[in-house]
């Protein structure tokens, strides 16, 4: 299995763009998370989905950042438009079983976005 | 409002030494407990997660966490550390009656030397 992949691995935009960041999760997987990770704030959990639904996107820090999971085995995470504080290393997760002990979750390499 | 405190910024310990990393948290109500950790090369990776049952939780390569309620603790233990368990590892948690999204640690630096 190739596990999680993520598209693009480096992006850089500017201020105003709007940016799409990309997750293939393991096959057979039926939850998705989505995390970002900075300096300043450090991990934070955006937004999952179970069975292609999104449960919870509390996290999702404002209304510029929307994700999406037409099917099963693609979700997308866009921001519009950018800013430079939206510079971070977004991570994309997939798991079976989830709210179970048998939870699991494997994360993709990450996109490291930078906007100028 | 939920929280988690890692005490330690950085852990030095011996290769073949015990380990602990520690996390105390905050929540309304029950919580879920969660550990990650972060490889220089591997990238990020779930290690365990507490739910309800045993308060000792088994994960992946060796570590297991136990579960305080008491103490509102969730240490991460190993007994025998590995220069390859050099990581960065944030604990997280949150509220079994309330939204799935986890609050995470800061992180502590765990330093394996040989």
């Known amino acids: ?116 | 409002a939920q929280s988690v405190a890692q005490p330690e910024d950085q852990v030095n310990v011996a290769e073949g030494n015990p380990l602990t990393v520690k996390c105390t948290y905050s929540v309304s109500g029950n919580p879920y407990l969660f550990w990650y950790v972060q490889y220089p090369n591997r990238g990020l990776q779930f290690l365990l997660k507490y739910i309800t049952g045993d308060n000792l939780v088994k994960g992946s390569y060796g570590f297991e966490a136990e579960f305080n309620k008491s103490q509102t603790s969730f240490h991460l233990k190993k007994p025998s550390a590995l220069v390859s368990d050099s990581a960065l590892y944030f604990c997280a948690v949150s509220s079994a009656g309330g939204s799935y999204i986890p609050t995470f640690g800061r992180g502590t630096s765990l330093i394996v030397h040989p």
């Not at chain 1, 763009?17 to 990770?37: A, M």
């Not at chain 1, 450090?42 to 179970?50: A, H, K, M, Q, R």
């Open chain 1, 1 to 116: 299995d190739a596990g999680v992949i993520q598209s693009p691995r480096h992006e850089v935009t500017e201020m105003g763009q709007e940016v799409t960041l990309r997750c293939k999760p393991i096959s057979g997987h039926n939850s998705l998370f989505w995390y970002r990770q900075t300096m300043m704030r450090g991990l934070e959990l955006l937004i999952y989905f179970n069975n292609n639904v999104p449960i919870d996107d509390s996290g999702m820090p404002e209304d510029r950042f929307s994700a999406k999971m037409p099917n099963a085995s693609f979700s997308t995470l866009k921001i519009q438009p950018s800013e430079p504080r939206d510079s971070a290393v977004y991570f994309c997760a997939s798991t079976v079983a989830l709210g179970t002990i048998r939870e699991t979750q494997y994360f993709g390499p990450g996109t490291r976005l930078l906007v100028l």
